[in-house]
């Protein structure tokens, strides 16, 4: 198992720096009144793809040689690290294929094609995903970036806390959404390094909660076809993103679907930006758990955007 290091993530950072953009950090101060902490919240929605993923997926494409660049790159994703993908191997002017579940929301389809991504859809379970993906593969030849259990994504993912740190100049502790867990290991690489002091926290829902048993029980739980609003949070975590939450993260939290839909509204209203179910889970935990957070300067990354507007989750039907 290749661990990256905080040097590949510095590496990272310049490789992508031309294909990426620095996002906004965002507060409010009716969110930090409710809330008791001092809340800041890195956008990482305003990407172009709408998602964190790019900085991982443009280390990935950006990092091939000339050779393996020729035949391309290939994942499996229920959408926002397609999308990256897609988006980065379309800037380098390499093929893309990519495995979907049929049941990943329209408008992350949508993205996918429009970078030139090629789709080939799965059953929504991990199992049917990874068979696909090998099928898919085995015809194509393009290089796997896996969406989360690669050093490379992870060393790109890790970009993010470094930003994130400098613009704030230091939080007590990070909030992200954990799934796979790319981008809570990319911030456990940074943080470690950087600010060792700050405290790493992982953001979960409970009807996808395996991270959070996962990390109670001292070894990886996988389930197979977890259900969740939270769409992009559905995948398991692997040995490489497993070795950070298991070394660096201080504590994993759990949001039910109702809160997490009630977080996603109040940060539209509040923060005035488009924030996807999975990037509200963070939100959703600081209203849940305040005794946690009160007081403190708390960072909360909001890893996408991307939502069908025609099926928000408070519409009715």
Not at 14 to 41: M, Q
Not at 114 to 140: D, L
Not at 164 to 173: A, S, V
Not at 232 to 261: C, M, N, Q, R
Request: glycine share 8%.
């Amino acid at each position: 198992m290749l661990i990256p290091t905080y040097d590949d993530m510095l590496a990272a950072h310049d490789r992508i720096r031309p294909h990426i953009r620095v996002t906004p950090v965002r507060s409010s101060d009716y969110l930090d009144e409710l809330t008791g902490a001092r809340l800041f919240f890195k956008c990482e929605n305003f990407q172009e793809p709408g998602a964190f993923k790019v900085r991982g997926a443009a280390n990935a494409v950006f990092g091939l040689d000339e050779d393996q660049a020729r035949r391309g790159v290939a994942t499996h994703s229920s959408g926002n690290h397609a999308s990256c993908l897609s988006y980065a191997a379309m800037l380098r002017g390499i093929p893309c294929n990519v495995v979907m579940p049929r049941t990943a929301p329209q408008a992350k389809k949508d993205t996918v094609r429009r970078y030139g991504g090629v789709i080939t859809e799965c059953e929504p379970s991990t199992s049917s995903r990874e068979s696909t993906f090998a099928t898919v593969q085995a015809a194509t030849g393009g290089d796997f970036v896996h969406p989360y259990n690669d050093p490379r994504v992870i060393a790109g993912q890790g970009t993010c806390s470094r930003e994130f740190m400098e613009q704030t100049g230091g939080l007590d502790m990070v909030v992200a959404p954990i799934g796979g867990g790319g981008m809570i290991s990319g911030t456990c690489l940074t943080l470690a390094t950087l600010a060792p002091e700050t405290k790493v926290i992982a953001a979960e829902p409970e009807t996808a909660d395996d991270a959070y048993r996962s990390f109670k029980a001292g070894h990886i739980i996988a389930d197979d076809a977890p259900k969740s609003i939270a769409d992009g949070l559905l995948v398991p975590l692997k040995d490489l993103t497993w070795h950070f939450v298991s070394s660096h993260v201080s504590e994993i939290y759990t949001a039910s679907e109702e809160e997490i839909v009630a977080a996603m509204k109040l940060a539209w209203k509040h923060l005035r930006i488009v924030m996807e179910p999975s990037s509200a889970v963070p939100l959703a935990v600081v209203l849940k758990n305040p005794d946690a957070f009160r007081g403190k300067r708390v960072g909360l990354i909001v890893t996408g955007g991307n939502v069908d507007l025609d099926k928000l989750p408070w519409m009715k039907g």
